[in-house]
Structure formats: structure tokens, C-alpha cells
């Protein structure tokens, strides 16, 4: 796993970086800094780099939740905003970054994420 993790880190944090900012994407990831996390993308090893892609992967989905319903502008925003939740509010950047071993969190937010985009595409439909 430690292999695949290593492959796949600089990809998924580059998407991140891309979408989201370097400084997002380093928290996200774990980073305390962005120079870490570049490290990390130069082949430098994360503390545990299993966990760093599972933050990382979170990212992505989101990405891809956002950009599924051209809101993607909306997400930095809505990584450091506190959302409700089934299991209560919470931020949700803050939440991927804190999961640990836990993947719940994680869930619960890709799961706020849906609502919200939906909630948002239903009450602002963008013109075609």
C-alpha cells in the first residue's frame, strides 16, 4: 500500500493544488506547510502516506462533486465553512484533515457535499 500511495500523491495533490490552492491542498493533506507537501509530491515520504492519500482522494471527489454541477468556485468556500451535517456540524476541511483512520468523517462530508450541491443547483439553477 505504501508503494501504491507514494504513485499516487503527487497525482492526487496535484488535482487538488490545481483546484483548490497549495495552501488548501497542504492542509487537506496533512501538510504543515506547502513546502512539506511539495516535498511529499518530490518523493519525499509522508508520515503515513496511506492517510495522506485518503485526505487527498476526499479532495478530489469533492472536486469532482463540485464540478459535476459547475459549482467548483464554490468549494474553497465551502472547505472552510461550517456545514450541517447528520452527525452535526462541522467544517469540512477540518474534518478530512482530522479523519485519522477513520474514513466516517470523510463520508459525512462527501454526503454534506451532495446535499449542498444539490440544495444549491435546486434553489440557483444556472442558465443553460
Given amino acids: 500500500m505504501v508503494l501504491h500511495?507514494?504513485?499516487e500523491l503527487p497525482v492526487l495533490a496535484g488535482r487538488c493544488a490545481?483546484?483548490?490552492g497549495e495552501e488548501l491542498t497542504a492542509y487537506l493533506a496533512g501538510?504543515?506547510?506547502v513546502a512539506e507537501l511539495d516535498a511529499w509530491r518530490a518523493g519525499a515520504p509522508a508520515p503515513d502516506p496511506a492517510r495522506?492519500?485518503?485526505r487527498l482522494a476526499a479532495g478530489t471527489e469533492?472536486?469532482?462533486i463540485?464540478?459535476?454541477e459547475n459549482l467548483?468556485?464554490?468549494l474553497r468556500h465551502w472547505l472552510r465553512e461550517m456545514t450541517d451535517t447528520e452527525d452535526g456540524p462541522l467544517v469540512p476541511a477540518r474534518a478530512i484533515r482530522t479523519a485519522g483512520t477513520d474514513i466516517q468523517p470523510i463520508?459525512?462530508?462527501l454526503q454534506a457535499a451532495h446535499f449542498w450541491v444539490t440544495e444549491r443547483s435546486r434553489t440557483h439553477p444556472v442558465a443553460a
Wanted: avoid cysteine; hydrophobic fraction near 60%.
Fill in 5 to 7: 500511495a507514494t504513485i
Fill in 18 to 20: 490545481a483546484a483548490l
Fill in 31 to 33: 501538510a504543515d506547510t
Fill in 52 to 54: 495522506t492519500v485518503v
Fill in 62 to 64: 469533492l472536486i469532482r
Fill in 66 to 68: 463540485f464540478a459535476a
Fill in 72 to 74: 467548483l468556485s464554490h
Fill in 107 to 109: 463520508k459525512t462530508v
